[in-house]
């Protein structure tokens, strides 16, 4: 079973729809969760950290639920610069690590078309 | 926010030839750095963790001969890719973890893309 499991996709949206995604990690232990946004052939940048009790920034919201080991990202207003692929990112303690590694969700492409 | 620099950006060599790629945290110091590698519509795949003045830690099924890794510094890591074979044409991608991030965020490098002929 894969760490990260998010639905790849694609999303086709016109702008100023509202868009989710979502996305499930198998390692209950996992500790600290992102999105990264990834232009074609360029490399992620962070979009943004989730927390626990959720999170806005403008637009975007994203949400953790621990229980269900389960993470979203909803964002609103969507506009043509949106479009890329939002990698589901998590951090996950390994045997013997003190801090962890990432592990990559397959990423799931959204484009917003005018 | 964080910087990290990747060079070069795009090498393109022949087959038997050995390519070096830097990777510096320009803004920050990087205890631990991250060496992925990314092949066309996939997701990234980690190949090692470097930690400032000790050896790499290779995942599984990447080769630590292949694949040289220095980390002589809190801001410079290397990843020397020996004797390339077109196999190895990918995306490769580093990243910097601060150590004053509580968080663990990981900050990427703009990425070298290898192409072995």
């Known amino acids: 079973r894969k760490e990260v499991e998010q639905d790849p996709g694609p999303f086709n949206v016109p702008e100023g729809a509202t868009v989710a995604f979502n996305c499930t990690y198998s390692n209950s232990a996992s500790q600290s969760f992102f999105w990264y946004r990834q232009d074609c052939r360029k490399e992620p940048k962070l979009l943004m950290s989730v927390y626990s009790s959720g999170n806005e920034d403008g637009r975007f919201t994203a949400q953790l639920n621990r229980a269900s080991q389960y993470i979203s990202l909803l964002i609103r207003d969507s506009k043509l610069s949106d479009s890329a692929t939002y990698l589901c990112?998590?951090?996950?303690?390994?045997?013997?690590?003190?801090?962890?590694?990432?592990?990559f969700g397959r990423g799931t492409q959204l484009t917003v078309w005018p | 926010g964080a910087v990290v620099s990747q060079h070069p950006s795009r090498v393109i060599c022949k087959s038997g030839t050995s390519v070096k790629i830097e990777c510096r945290s320009l803004?920050?110091?990087?205890?631990?750095m991250f060496w992925y590698r990314q092949f066309p519509k996939q997701s990234l795949m980690l190949m090692a963790t470097?930690?400032?003045?000790?050896?790499?830690?290779?995942e599984q099924g990447v080769e630590k001969d292949k694949f040289l890794i220095n980390h002589a510094s809190l801001t410079l890591s290397t990843l020397t890719v020996t004797s390339a074979h077109p196999e190895d044409s990918s995306f490769y991608i580093c990243?910097?973890?601060?150590?004053?991030?509580?968080?663990?965020?990981?900050?990427f490098g703009p990425g070298t893309r290898l192409t072995v002929l």
């Open positions: 470097s930690n400032e003045g000790s050896k790499a830690t290779y």
């Open positions: 990112v998590v951090n996950s303690l390994d045997r013997g690590s003190t801090l962890g590694r990432l592990y």
């Open positions: 803004d920050f110091q990087a205890t631990t």
């Open positions: 990243s910097a973890r601060d150590r004053n991030n509580s968080y663990n965020e990981q900050f």
